[in-house]
């Protein structure tokens, strides 16, 4: 069996082995250290977030503190230049790198399998033509210029917009990856038979084809993820960042527009940046053990 073949067929070998698939993906996944600490550590984060209330000692926007002071018992951060305490701003700054990462996530991996999977089943088709046309045509789009531009452009700023953009430009590699995936899945037997029984394309694509490759669908919306926290971490950085809400990137801003490493504020700038850091990279590891599930080859015993 090709190693293609092996990387679509997780799910068929778990039905085979008569085990509970959610309980096997679970075993798999847990398997890899590296997968072990991301999971906890983005849990980790996730908690925050949602306790961000009761966490932070102060509001996101409480500026009524004295501005530009260092860490101490009161701030542990210090305050920036509006005398908002900074350790507030990194709790609840969790919030939005999280639900970005969520929203961005699922909106590009739902395009990237909308249009790769229908363009695969359908390949040599006039449909396929054209939605390869479209796929080739967005991935040879300089991404970074179109973000900074339709961003810089628009009226408003917030957290829509900005998971809007950044699933438009980034769909095209996970759909022309999916639709190679489903080519070598549309010509088995339980797609002829769907057929045979009447269900229509639809209905075989996603019900018949898609829980085959869940384990990839998982995967590619871990780096989906991961790509629309940094992703908007750096349009903020930029200044172009949500003006209704606070992020690690806006945190990183105001610092950077303030000179907090002229004025030895260096916690300022290093907790933000350390913290975004850390949940990318943990969630890079999840991606670790997702991939043993996609590639059993991967797996250690």
């Known amino acids: 069996m090709s190693s293609t073949q092996n990387a679509v067929l997780p799910e068929e070998q778990v039905a085979a ?49 004295t501005p530009l002071t260092g860490p101490s018992a009161q701030h542990l951060l210090g305050t920036n230049v509006a005398g908002v305490d900074v350790f507030s701003q990194v709790i609840y700054g969790s919030r939005v790198s999280l639900l970005v990462g969520l929203l961005g996530g699922l909106l590009a991996t739902a395009i990237a399998l909308l249009i790769g999977m229908v363009s695969g089943y359908a390949e040599g088709t006039v449909v396929d033509d054209v939605l390869t046309f479209l796929t080739n045509t967005a991935l040879v789009i300089p991404v970074l210029p179109l ?40 010509n088995r037997d339980f797609v002829t038979a769907a057929k045979f029984s009447g269900d229509g394309t639809f209905r075989i694509i996603f019900s018949e084809i898609l829980p085959n490759m869940t384990s990839l669908v998982a995967a590619a919306f871990v780096g989906a993820a991961t790509g629309a926290i ?28 303030a000179g907090a490493i002229s004025q030895g504020l260096f916690v300022w700038v290093f907790v933000p940046g350390l913290v975004l850091a850390i949940l990318i990279t943990s969630m890079a590891f999840i991606n670790f053990g997702i991939d043993l599930l996609s590639n059993p080859h991967l797996r250690e015993d």
């Not at 590296?34 to 926007?61: D, E, M, N, S, W």
């Open 17 to 65: 082995a008569g085990t509970d698939p959610v309980d096997r993906w679970y075993r798999v996944v847990w398997s890899s250290k590296k997968a072990r600490v991301g999971v906890v550590v983005v849990a980790i984060y996730v908690l925050v977030a949602l306790l961000a209330p009761v966490i932070a000692p102060y509001g996101p926007t409480d500026g009524s503190f």
């Open 147 to 186: 973000i900074i531009t339709l961003v810089a452009y628009s009226d408003t700023r917030g957290i829509p917009l900005i998971v809007g953009v950044i699933a438009f430009t980034s769909w095209a590699g996970a759909a022309r990856s999916k639709r190679a995936q489903i080519i070598t899945l549309r």
């Open 230 to 257: 940094g992703a908007e971490a750096g349009l903020a950085v930029l200044g172009l960042g949500s003006s209704d809400s606070v992020s690690w990137g806006t945190i990183l801003y105001q610092a950077d527009a």
